[in-house]
């Protein structure tokens, strides 16, 4: 499973993709359909929990394949949502929706507050 052919990686490695996103959709439907029961008040039917498909076989033992500093795949196969391992799968692309923007400049504006770095100039020696 090692030597991949890159073509056939990339389609696994899509496939691995989709997997997960169907597994994301489901599980959003289903705490969709939670938060309407408890609004509801219990007045409509106990939302039952989605049938996840199985995860395929062909997937498992999947390496994650980037080349390292030795020029070699890697051979990890614990793998994240985009089919790389903690040590390939890329740095954070940050905050995507408007509200996460929003926290992110706020907590910037927090970090760099003027008031802030008066009061650490007085504690300093
Ligand atoms: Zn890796």
């Given at each position: 499973m090692?030597?991949?052919?890159?073509?056939e990686s990339v389609r696994l490695r899509r496939f691995w993709r989709h997997?997960?996103?169907?597994?994301?959709?489901l599980s959003q439907a289903y705490e969709a359909a939670c938060n309407a029961f408890?609004?509801?008040?219990?007045?409509?039917?106990?939302?039952?929990?989605?049938?996840?498909p199985p995860f395929p076989n062909k997937l498992r033992g999947l390496p994650c394949g980037t080349r390292n500093r030795q020029g070699e795949p890697?051979?990890?196969?614990?793998?994240?949502?985009?089919?790389?391992?903690?040590f390939h799968g890329g740095m954070s692309t940050g905050p995507r929706s408007a509200a996460?923007?929003?926290?992110?400049?706020?907590?910037?504006?927090?970090?760099?507050?003027?008031?802030?770095?008066?009061a650490w100039d007085e504690r300093r020696p």
């Open positions: 090692l030597t991949l052919d890159p073509r997997h997960f996103e169907e597994c994301s959709r408890i609004e509801s008040g219990g007045a409509t039917r106990n939302p039952r929990p989605p049938a996840y890697c051979k990890r196969t614990d793998l994240m949502l985009n089919g790389r391992c903690k996460g923007q929003s926290r992110a400049l706020a907590n910037l504006a927090k970090r760099w507050a003027p008031d802030r770095h008066e």
